[in-house]
């Protein structure tokens, strides 16, 4: 086949980032005149075998891990091969480096990402020590660039000058602008004196809070693993069995936990509450991580500071 020379490449490059693109726009594009262009894509197809194609994107798995893995000696390829197997597992990557393996798995659920986590990773046989992380979204080249949807928050933050007023601006935001109908913001350990919430009880943060120091409930998973935890409905979902008969006098189904993080260190937590059972979105998710990214911006300035102080 003829090496196709730049005019072909940047004509075949426009109508692989979007097929439908009209030879008059791909006209304007390239400098040349839509006859030349109707011209090249003919003998792009007769005589190169290019195909403008359609497809349809698959919905994204509702929970997808990566996880680094450092194996015991000798185990390398016996965990490789393990993992492999699993439905679960998309890839497994041997590698170089301070860990011998990076595993990429999906999951219908992020009950399910934990579980896979605990019991084939954590204490999967010939598994020496792991770091995992959530897929939050893929970004591809053909991304457009987002504006800063919490940049007002961001500004509002600077000129705040105690914990309490942060946390409640936080809580002000995130029922606003994420379409929570409740929300608990945590700066620091579990302790009330440093969190605010809306529509919440006092006695659900007081006895999730309780039933978490003593059963390992689902808030200090997101401390453990510094990650985000999804459920679509909290009344029925495994992670919330301990507390079922809490959630269900509280009255709400959705609910997604995020951590919130300055630099490496965790500073606390954020936690949106839906009333109706909510399907898992890529995009909500992408915007409570902007959100709780933004906070954890600001927290460091409170450090230590309750939101009993003043």
Not at 193 to 205: D, E
Not at 217 to 244: M, R, W, Y
Request: net charge negative; hydrophobic share 40%; with cysteine.
């Amino acid at each position: 086949m003829p090496e196709l020379d730049a005019l072909d490449k940047k004509i075949f490059g426009l109508l692989a980032e979007n097929g439908r693109m009209s030879n008059l726009d791909i006209a304007a594009k390239t400098g040349v005149s839509e006859k030349t262009v109707r011209h090249r894509i003919r003998r792009l197809i007769e005589r190169d075998g290019m195909r403008v194609t359609a497809t349809i994107d698959s919905a994204a798995p509702a929970s997808r891990l990566i996880v680094l893995v450092r194996v015991e000696p000798g185990q390398r390829f016996v965990v490789a091969e393990r993992l492999a197997a699993m439905p679960q597992v998309d890839e497994v990557h041997l590698t170089t480096g301070a860990y011998e393996l990076i595993v990429r798995a999906s999951f219908d659920s992020d009950s399910d990402a934990l579980e896979f986590y605990v019991r084939h990773i954590e204490q999967g046989a010939g598994v020496e020590e792991s770091l995992s992380t959530h897929v939050v979204e893929t970004i591809t080249g053909a991304a457009a660039s987002r504006p800063d949807r919490f940049e007002e928050f961001d500004q509002q933050a600077s000129a705040i000058g105690s914990l309490p007023e942060l946390l409640d601006l936080a809580c002000d935001v995130a029922t606003a602008s994420l379409g929570a109908d409740r929300v608990h913001v945590a700066a620091g350990s579990a302790d009330p004196a440093t969190m605010r919430w809306r529509g919440l009880s006092s006695r659900y943060v007081e006895e999730i809070l309780a039933k978490g120091r003593t059963e390992g409930a689902v808030l200090p998973n997101i401390v453990k693993h510094d990650q985000h935890v999804f459920s679509a409905d909290a009344q029925t979902d495994p992670l919330f069995g301990s507390a079922t008969d809490l959630v269900v006098s509280e009255g709400f189904h959705g609910w997604l936990g995020m951590p919130v993080c300055s630099g490496d260190e965790q500073r606390g937590t954020i936690c949106l509450y839906w009333d109706s059972v909510i399907a898992y979105r890529e995009d909500l998710v992408r915007q409570v991580q902007e959100l709780a990214d933004t906070l954890g911006k600001h927290l460091p300035r409170f450090a230590g500071q309750s939101t009993v102080d003043l």
